[in-house]
């Protein structure tokens, strides 16, 4: 007989105090291990944890498979090991997507006076989970495995994604230095907290990362962290991508917020959100903008003439903008507008759009420059700045609404 999938739990991500359950249900320790196309690794993952849970703390546990409907069938193959190890639930995911929410939806369903999460993909050493619960009894709210910590590191991390890691982790002590600043690694994906500790507060997260909601919206006290080396994939794809660091960068200014930006996009209708996106493309468009205006300009390159070199440099940043507003900032929009010619058609009107604010550009770029006597760089700068709301709203508004329909 097949098992009963668990319940996914609907509505606010929000995590109730242990008496809603019964003392029949109540466990120690509840761990969630979230997934996506993990099904070389589940069976594995699950019989090392279970073996290493009985030792520690036999009966008083539970594992909790949150997966989001993987292709390769990851729910279904831990679905049929639940006769064999009575202490695993498994949730397989239809509607909602991401990391971070599936870890709440665990915890919502979780019975667990202290809540745990653990990767699917065997990259983080299961070993650590005695050290971890081990900090909680000891009296800590929040025992995080830090890779930057005595005995934690990398196995095999080129230069080029330890940069990004640190990088991440300082810009984020810059945006939110009293919650980033907690512990040694923000970025870290394996960490228990006690329920009381998230109990009642309304988790709202944008990405990956858990960790950051945790430490900003619950009522953390002490916390400990506990070394750990991250280990390279035993299985299976890596799942880091680029939009993963800009959703981490986005989940940061959300949590500076502390909701004035929700609220003042629900007052006055604003999709700051989309907003957001449109403004990290842009900021990418700024660096193909300046360096082409660099090398048009430039005296020690072609010393062209600065409306020139503006005009011209602008139009590679308008190229380098579109392409990425149409995958990903209005992606949802162009995804009903398939096909060249409506990408095209696209393009042409973004341009249109664009070249206005090139107009404005260079009006605003000459007055400072040759007004307020400005650097030419610094001027250039402030005028990319204050063009780019006018060419988000009437972007919106125009090149990206759907007028065909079959």
Same mark, same amino acid.
């Not at 939806?105 to 999460?117: F, H, N, S, T």
């Not at 009293?178 to 970025?187: F, K, L, N, Q, Y």
């Not at 009642?200 to 506990?226: D, H, Q, S, T």
């Given at each position: 007989?097949?098992?009963?999938?668990?319940?996914?739990?609907?509505?606010?991500?929000?995590?109730?105090?242990?008496?809603?359950?019964?003392?029949?249900?109540? +466990?120690?320790?509840?761990?969630?291990?979230?997934?996506?196309?993990?099904?070389?690794?589940?069976?594995?993952?699950?019989?090392?944890?279970?073996d290493?849970?009985?030792?520690?703390?036999?009966?008083?546990?539970?594992? $909790?498979?949150?997966?989001?409907?993987?292709p390769?069938?990851?729910?279904?193959?831990?679905?049929?090991?639940?006769?064999?190890?009575?202490?695993?639930?498994?949730?397989?995911?239809?509607? *909602?997507?991401?990391? =971070?929410?599936?870890?709440?939806r665990?915890?919502q369903?979780?019975?667990?006076?202290?809540?745990?999460?653990?990767?699917?993909?065997?990259?983080?050493?299961?070993? $650590?989970?005695q050290? %971890?619960?081990?900090?909680?009894?000891?009296?800590?709210?929040?025992?995080?495995? =830090?890779?930057?910590?005595?005995?934690?590191?990398?196995?095999?991390?080129?230069f080029?994604?330890?940069?990004?890691s640190?990088?991440?982790?300082?810009?984020?002590?810059?945006?939110?230095?009293?919650?980033?600043?907690?512990? =040694?690694?923000?970025?870290?994906?394996?960490?228990?907290?006690?329920?009381?500790?998230?109990?009642? +507060?309304?988790?709202?997260?944008?990405?990956?990362?858990?960790?950051? *909601?945790? /430490?900003?919206?619950?009522?953390?006290?002490?916390? #400990?962290?506990?070394? !750990?080396?991250?280990?390279?994939?035993?299985?299976?794809?890596?799942?880091?991508?680029?939009?993963?660091?800009?959703?981490?960068?986005l989940? &940061?200014?959300?949590?500076?917020?502390?909701?004035?930006?929700?609220?003042?996009?629900?007052?006055?209708? /604003?999709?700051?959100?989309?907003?957001?996106?449109?403004?990290?493309?842009?900021?990418?468009?700024?660096?193909?903008?300046?360096?082409?205006?660099?090398?048009?300009?430039?005296?020690?390159?072609?010393?062209?003439?600065?409306?020139?070199?503006?005009?011209?440099? #602008?139009?590679?940043?308008?190229?380098?903008?579109?392409?990425?507003?149409?995958?990903?900032?209005?992606?949802?929009?162009?995804?009903?507008?398939?096909?060249?010619?409506?990408?095209?058609?696209?393009?042409?009107?973004?341009?249109?759009?664009? %070249?206005?604010?090139?107009?404005?550009?260079?009006?605003?770029?000459?007055?400072?420059?040759? !007004?307020?006597? $400005?650097n030419?760089? &610094?001027?250039?700068?402030?005028?990319? #700045?204050?063009?780019t709301?006018?060419?988000?709203?009437?972007n919106?508004?125009? =090149?990206?609404?759907?007028?065909?329909?079959?």
């Amino acid at each position: 007989m097949t098992a009963i999938l668990a319940t996914v739990p609907s509505g606010a991500l929000l995590i109730e105090e242990v008496s809603a359950h019964s003392v029949q249900e109540h +466990c120690y320790f509840s761990l969630v291990i979230p997934t996506f196309n993990e099904s070389k690794n589940i069976e594995n993952i699950v019989r090392i944890l279970t073996d290493l849970l009985d030792r520690f703390i036999p009966n008083t546990y539970e594992l $909790i498979v949150v997966d989001d409907n993987s292709p390769d069938l990851t729910w279904k193959i831990a679905q049929e090991l639940i006769s064999e190890f009575p202490h695993l639930r498994v949730m397989r995911r239809e509607q *909602e997507k991401g990391l =971070s929410t599936a870890v709440i939806r665990g915890w919502q369903i979780a019975r667990g006076d202290v809540l745990g999460v653990i990767d699917g993909d065997l990259q983080h050493p299961p070993e $650590i989970l005695q050290k %971890l619960l081990q900090a909680i009894e000891q009296g800590a709210d929040l025992a995080v495995a =830090s890779r930057h910590v005595e005995g934690g590191g990398v196995s095999d991390w080129g230069f080029v994604r330890r940069l990004l890691s640190r990088g991440a982790q300082l810009l984020g002590l810059i945006i939110l230095p009293r919650v980033i600043g907690r512990v =040694s690694d923000p970025m870290s994906g394996y960490f228990m907290v006690r329920r009381s500790a998230i109990a009642g +507060c309304e988790m709202n997260p944008f990405g990956y990362k858990i960790l950051i *909601e945790v /430490l900003g919206r619950g009522k953390v006290g002490e916390i #400990a962290e506990v070394g !750990y080396v991250f280990q390279e994939r035993q299985a299976g794809e890596s799942k880091v991508t680029w939009k993963q660091y800009v959703e981490y960068i986005l989940h &940061l200014l959300k949590l500076r917020s502390r909701g004035r930006v929700t609220r003042f996009r629900q007052k006055y209708g /604003l999709p700051i959100q989309r907003f957001l996106r449109f403004g990290l493309v842009g900021f990418s468009g700024v660096f193909v903008d300046m360096a082409i205006f660099y090398l048009l300009s430039d005296p020690t390159t072609l010393h062209w003439g600065l409306t020139r070199s503006k005009v011209i440099a #602008a139009e590679f940043a308008i190229l380098n903008n579109f392409l990425w507003n149409d995958l990903w900032t209005f992606r949802d929009i162009s995804s009903h507008q398939t096909g060249w010619s409506k990408r095209l058609k696209r393009f042409i009107k973004f341009n249109l759009v664009c %070249l206005l604010g090139v107009f404005l550009n260079v009006v605003i770029l000459n007055f400072l420059y040759n !007004y307020l006597k $400005i650097n030419q760089y &610094l001027a250039n700068l402030l005028a990319i #700045a204050l063009v780019t709301i006018w060419n988000f709203w009437i972007n919106l508004k125009l =090149s990206w609404r759907v007028t065909q329909t079959k």
